[in-house]
């Protein structure tokens, strides 16, 4: 090897080396004037991607960088001060609000969707209209294992002291697994208090027909007089041969999952999904005034959350998130 | 005899010795005749089975990805993240992008500092109970889960110790940023390319380094014109690997930040820039759109693509090793 070649190789390497650190040094390139940081809830993810896309076709400019690990640990980042804004599922804990407080982080709650679960059966089935969440539980609950027919949970009802009168037909039950955001909702919304007071794993029975896709879902309802299963509100309302059973919490009526009823909270297996965005941030980031702007106009709350398959506001409620943001940003 | 005596020390010779009277002492009965045909089957059948196990995922992911890599090859190479499988955009251009540069760190500072470390070990470093025990805790540091890599990382380049020295991490990687990521990554595989190196160090025969020294060499001449030189073909291979696995993980880059949904930024291979800003990769995007399919089924398929994408750049870079070491090889007969 000649002496010139030995030096080229040594001199393309320090370049290398000499390139990396200097481009690491090099403070500079500081995008925090339009850049949005978001962490959050997972199920809520979608909606700010989707609204962050619509803005980018809008011919912005601005930089949105979006994170799902969950709500709780969203909060944990915001409260901190990382993020400008927090997706969350839930409305924000008394224990988290105490945190922010404490880093002396003030914050604007908007409400931009909901989260609502149909409980599904096949559309010839007469003899079912209405489930309590008791039977719910008994039915597709952690101690609902192994139960082939609907009467079958009859004494799990009484145990808990509901009417227990469910027909002795064959029970084919359908729904997301595990791996999906349905499924983690439904738990939380529908299982997760009862089994919790009856010490029971908070998860649903194991021998049920998952699938990823809703059409098989649907398909598999559609097929069995006798079905019964779960998914997303939003879909549900646009099958055809299902048909959407009213849900009753604890000592209450039998509210029909209609998108008024989800809208204001009556029907018992939806959620709020949320949006916490910093205040300060907001006041002195142009880039993040503009984004929730634009989350909160009809290319947001409207098309975004449709798009990805959510149910969107009622009119009442829209307004009223418009008018929170307004008023924190006085 | 007399010429082993001097180049193989007392305990090797022996050794030797010992294992060829062993050898030549043991008769082949029938018995363990059977007995040996009989394992060697064995190992065969589990061969077989592991590289069966292999062709399955390796035949169904391909399957499952091959749609979108036979449609929209291009646009998904050169695509972002998106909300939605269906959108034209999606594609993995922002990963790519990500576990090249890691690959680019663990070249750039897990190799030198390796592989220096591993000839410190094996030629300079004097055979006493320090030696022992850092040799035994880099060891133990390459059995380490890489979760906590990702800790470590976290705290040194995301949060920033407020510690002389260490505090200045920070505000140079920028926080959660693709250096941030190059560098845990590169400190992960560190005691996999020392371990490695010191493996193809150890392989070199007395004979050349005594004949080197014998005809005069000083010690650095000794390993740089000898002991290097032999080792290569076992650095390269170890090096090369170690590459691979940092692109493949996915765990440390989930604790220092990569972003899952929206990578705002969409830069160039060479934009040197975003090595302070927020960052995604291979990994990252291949278990967050697996996940997703619960929600949006047609990112399953896109996550299939993904996989089948990082398993031919994973593949490429162990070619490349072979390739390299077969010409070392070469090279030195």
């Not at chain 1, 969350?88 to 002396?104: D, H, L, P, Q």
């Not at chain 1, 027919?149 to 808990?160: G, H, P, T």
């Not at chain 2, 959108?87 to 090249?100: A, C, P, R, T």
Request: hydrophobic fraction near 45%; glycine fraction near 10%; aromatic fraction near 8%.
């Amino acid at each position: 090897m000649t002496v010139a070649k030995k030096c080229r190789r040594k001199i393309f390497l320090v370049s290398i080396v000499i390139a990396l650190v200097s481009a690491v040094a090099a403070a500079g390139c500081n995008h925090s004037g339009r850049t949005v940081n978001i962490s959050g809830s997972s199920t809520v993810e979608p909606i700010s991607v989707r609204v962050a896309e619509l803005v980018e076709d809008s011919g912005s400019n601005i930089i949105v960088n979006i994170d799902g690990p969950g709500t709780g640990d969203g909060f944990k980042l915001f409260c901190e001060g990382e993020t400008d804004i927090s997706d969350a599922s839930r409305e924000i804990k008394a224990s988290e609000v105490a945190k922010c407080r404490e880093n002396g982080i003030d914050f604007i709650e908007l409400q931009v969707a909901i989260d609502g679960i149909a409980v599904i059966t096949s559309a010839k089935n007469d003899a079912v209209d209405c489930l309590s969440l008791i039977e719910l539980y008994s039915l597709i609950g952690p101690e609902a294992t192994g139960t082939k027919k609907w009467a079958d949970a009859n004494n799990l009802i009484r145990e808990q002291g509901g009417g227990g009168n469910l027909p002795s037909a064959d029970l084919d039950i359908f729904g997301p697994g595990e791996e999906s955001g349905t499924f983690d909702s439904f738990v939380e919304l529908a299982i997760e208090e009862i089994a919790e007071h009856r010490n029971q794993d908070i998860t649903t029975r194991p021998d049920y027909n998952t699938n990823a896709d809703d059409n098989v879902i649907i398909r598999g309802v559609q097929n069995s007089d006798t079905s019964l299963g779960w998914i997303g509100y939003a879909f549900a309302k646009e099958a055809g041969g299902i048909k959407l059973l009213s849900v009753a919490s604890e000592n209450s009526e039998c509210v029909e999952p209609t998108a008024t009823n989800i809208a204001d909270g009556t029907y018992p297996i939806a959620r709020p999904l949320l949006i916490y965005v910093n205040k300060a941030a907001a006041l002195e980031n142009e880039a993040l005034r503009a984004y929730v702007d634009f989350y909160l106009q009809d290319e947001g709350l409207s098309i975004a959350v449709g798009d990805v398959g959510y149910v969107e506001l009622d009119n009442i409620a829209k307004t009223k998130t418009r008018q929170a943001w307004r008023d924190g940003l006085k | 005899m007399a010429i082993f005596g001097r180049l193989l020390d007392r305990r090797t010779k022996d050794h030797i010795q010992k294992s060829v009277t062993q050898a030549l002492g043991t008769k082949r009965s029938g018995r363990s005749g059977i007995l040996d045909t009989l394992l060697r089957y064995i190992i065969i059948a589990l061969l077989f089975i592991s590289l069966i196990i292999l062709a399955v995922l390796i035949i169904d992911i391909a399957i499952d990805g091959f749609d979108v890599l036979s449609s929209r090859l291009g646009s998904f190479l050169s695509g972002t993240l998106r909300s939605r499988s269906v959108d034209e955009g999606i594609g993995i251009q922002q990963g790519l992008v990500g576990s090249f540069w890691i690959a680019v760190f663990v070249a750039v500072f897990a190799f030198p500092i390796g592989i220096a470390a591993a000839i410190y070990l094996e030629e300079y470093a004097p055979k006493n109970r320090l030696t022992k025990f850092i040799e035994l805790n880099i060891r133990n540091l390459a059995g380490v889960p890489s979760v906590v890599y990702g800790l470590l990382g976290l705290f040194i380049f995301v949060k920033g110790f407020d510690v002389f020295l260490l505090r200045n991490f920070k505000s140079l990687v920028g926080g959660s940023s693709l250096a941030a990521a190059g560098l845990t990554l590169s400190i992960l595989v560190l005691p996999i390319v020392i371990i490695t190196a010191q493996e193809a160090l150890k392989t070199i025969p007395s004979i050349i380094k005594e004949g080197a020294y014998g005809v005069g060499a000083t010690k650095w001449q000794v390993i740089r014109g000898q002991v290097l030189p032999y080792a290569a073909p076992g650095i390269l291979t170890g090096t090369l690997l170690s590459m691979s696995r940092a692109i493949g993980e996915a765990a440390p880059l989930i604790l220092l930040g990569a972003v899952t949904g929206r990578l705002g930024l969409k830069a160039g291979l060479f934009d040197f820039y975003q090595l302070q800003e927020r960052f995604t990769a291979m990994p990252i995007i291949i278990t967050n759109w697996t996940q997703k399919q619960g929600r949006d089924i047609g990112f399953g398929e896109n996550a299939a693509a993904a996989i089948v994408v990082l398993l031919f750049f994973v593949l490429l870079i162990n070619a490349t090793a072979i390739l390299l070491r077969n010409y070392f090889e070469k090279k030195r007969a």
